[in-house]
């Protein structure tokens, strides 16, 4: 066995590792990343037992700092949880900056798969993980500006959504002043990160409402890219990809953007869509495909083809109907309906239990990313809300929009541009 | 690429299966299981993309059928759904028993990777996925034998369990007349798991209570043996291993044991046990360590050693003072405490957002597997609800005992021994 030691560039926190591992990466295609540490932190007797590399779950580690933060272009964990903070009467725009530099402290050492630095005894949870590609995002709503005396530099953008007609929206679990997104591969990995970055915020922010989610398992389908809602749809097929020339303009606003401060930043619009499971259920396979466009074995359109075939909107069947209904999902929804509009779907599926009806409680944390939600999520919700035939199946039940800074460059931490600027 | 097919043991489902998938196994070291199938299945145009083989995780498989039933003996996997019935009215023996056979063969379908036969179409949550390591658990709850007529066939082991006086017990959460726990290392495959014996049971049964959980994600650590909880304390050092010689005889209940249905089955305590986090963390880590008697870093007694070290519960300190305080939960609930009683732990973490008090609603949920309640669960919950310095951080807010019969054998169903007996 060999031992490797991470390089550490500068600027990298340099607390004790919370993962004492020696060894080499075990699984063939692993990252190969192995975090190690000089000898001596274990007591003799543990170091005499030397554990195994990490997996490759627990491997993967994602960049804190960059053009853009973490947890947009990068692809959806297993385990997600979204939590809002409003901050405390009395924290204002110094208090904000304070927690927002602790914050991005804390997050970096968390995705390095480190001990978050700080006043308080780590909880521990996360021990003997790796980092489990644990990103950390932060964002700010509407009222962040007036309640830290920024509202002269509040993004137009942040203007509120437009109402839907088909919304039935809790105003206690929609908006809030302060947003993270937490995601990792690893539940214990996204709930340690969680209680760190909710101990952090004492005394200066509260928790105004959280949801956790999912997604499948890495290694639980043979192809990382199919990704299933809990209505068994294929899920996400025309997403912009990293790969596409508009990506960048698409989701996040450019470097001479407006603010200047969200130059690499983007919008998130979350939404918690409930899905009435018990309804959609009952419907037979051949209406559930209907609704949606597509095919429920393979997401092919039923214009034919497979998954990633473009959706032939105009294509009729031998009857001389459309072969995707006109107020199918996949046509309502399509950008070349939309005036080209679109928005980079990070979701995570939620389950809370059973509701009093006896209902599940379950649905789509749907979580959309865009330079510009005017031109993003609201010209395709409001299309959607027209005559999109899965409404009938579905509930907006919370909302909210934040304005997501760029990445914190070396030394810097999320949005300070903004409230030292 | 080389195309595998599964051996079909006799009696197994023949239905279609859900994942037709062609190749090999691709990683090093996986359990090399592949499911395949004739083509002409698929569509002409998706066949010629065939799809690579499940990785690991999708791979796992355990068996329905055997002496046993899944989801004991086997390691607890990352998610996690406890799920308790109630028969509806008129519901009685015989509609209890199709209803049993029903849940039989869907588990065993599903726990093959292979979609639920019956009346319903699929739901679809669960395509492209492997079986996850899927076990199905089924039990019955006392007030099961009232309304089925089998009173005079109850176990004697299921008379409730005392009351404790740190129980904070929510009936609504508690008991019920049957109970299914799912257990997988994919989320979207659990989810589907449970919806499909929802819908199994409609009309002869509804929803009583419902929790949802979780555990490390394979890979994750560099050890699967680690586990924590949400405490940031390695649990579960001192639970009876496979490999012990008096394994079988502590968990199951023998195969001349009485009742004689209850052969190879075994008894279920589940309770619900929130932790006081916002307390617990609190708390200084060397007062952690005391209140639990073992090391927070690595689990190690702190009357010395590596983590299975048996715990010197004589040690003293160099002051003279016990090493592992005199109300230390590992001390309290220790075997030889306890009269030898010892019981098989295999729970999940609980995180259910936060409590309108603020405080997250996250613990345990406590699954422990016994061959006799009285001499498992019972004499050490009634030693650590006198003395445990524990109790301080904890709330059982639910409780349930469940008889589990044993392992379905070829051609029978889950239960057919008590109620064709």
Known sequence: MKDHHLDRPAGEPTGPSRRRLLGTAGAAGAAGLVLGAAGGALG????????????????????????HQPGIA??????????????????GRKEAAALLRRWSRAAEALMAGEEPPGR???????LDAGPSSLTVTFGMGRTFFDRTGLAARRPAALEPLPPFSSDALDPGRSD????????????LVAFHALRALQREAAGTARVRWQMSGFNRSPGATASPRTARNLMGQVDGTNNPRETDEDFEQRVFVPADGDPEWMAG???????????????????????????????????????????????DLAKRTADGDLAVAADAHVRVSAPETNGGAAMLRRSFSYHD????????????LFVA??????????????KLDRGDALSRFIRHEASALFAVPGGAGEGEYVGQRLLEG
Do not use: C, N
């Open 353 to 364: 239990g059973f509701r009093d009806d006896g209902a599940p409680d379950a649905g789509l």
């Open 265 to 311: 930043g983007s919008y998130a619009v979350v939404r918690r869509i409930r899905m009435l499971l018990d309804d959609w259920e009952r419907e037979p396979l051949a209406e559930q495909e209907k609704v949606i466009g597509r095919r429920k074995s393979d997401g092919a359109p039923l214009s034919g083809g497979t998954e990633t075939t473009p959706v």
């Open 74 to 91: 990068d692809p959806a964990q297993a385990h997600g949880h979204l939590v809002a903070f409003d901050l405390a009467a009395g924290a």
């Open 176 to 187: 809030g002043d302060l947003w993270i997104q937490i995601g990792a591969d690893d539940s």
């Open 120 to 126: 308080l005894h780590d909880t521990g949870i996360a």
């Open 369 to 382: 990313w865009q330079a510009d939600p005017l031109r993003g999520f609201v010209p395709v919700q409001r």
């Open 44 to 67: 003799a007797s543990a170091a005499a037992e030397r554990p195994p590399a990490l997996a490759t779950v627990g491997a993967g580690r994602r960049p804190f700092r960059g053009v």
